[in-house]
């Protein structure tokens, strides 16, 4: 099993970036693929990022392409989402997700372990 905690929201000015990170408990991480997710007040949750277990073949929703990157560090089993550019529409709980595959997915529902959320805001 994997216990996920995320950590590095906060309040940042349209524009700012956020580096968020995504820590897992279990041994067994370097071999579940694993993506990153947000919700915000009143909506479904949506795909943002997700990555191959070998940290090689990620995939991104277009609305985050190109200002987003996830990465991680397997050796630390660690996650992260560096979130550049960021706009007032960026607004949400994030949270990571690990997939008991090697390939990363884009729906929610096929991730099996999640992280508390953390929460990033983007202000004008």
């Known amino acids: 099993q994997v216990q996920l905690v995320e950590s590095g929201g906060g309040l940042v000015q349209a524009g700012g970036s956020l580096r968020l990170s995504c820590v897992a408990s279990g041994p067994t991480f370097r071999s579940y693929a694993m993506g990153w997710f947000r919700q915000a007040p009143g909506k479904e949750r949506e795909f943002v990022a997700h990555?191959?277990?070998?940290?090689?073949?990620?995939y991104y929703a277009d609305s985050v392409k190109g200002r987003f990157t996830i990465s991680r560090d397997n050796a630390k089993n660690t996650g992260y989402l560096q979130m550049n550019s960021l706009k007032p529409e960026d607004t949400a709980v994030y949270y990571c997700?690990?997939?008991?595959?090697?390939?990363?997915?884009?729906?929610?529902?096929?991730?099996?372990?999640w992280g508390q959320g953390t929460q990033a805001t983007v202000s004008s």
């Open positions: 997700a690990a997939r008991t595959s090697l390939y990363g997915s884009t729906y929610a529902s096929e991730y099996d372990y």
């Open positions: 990555i191959a277990w070998s940290g090689i073949g990620t």
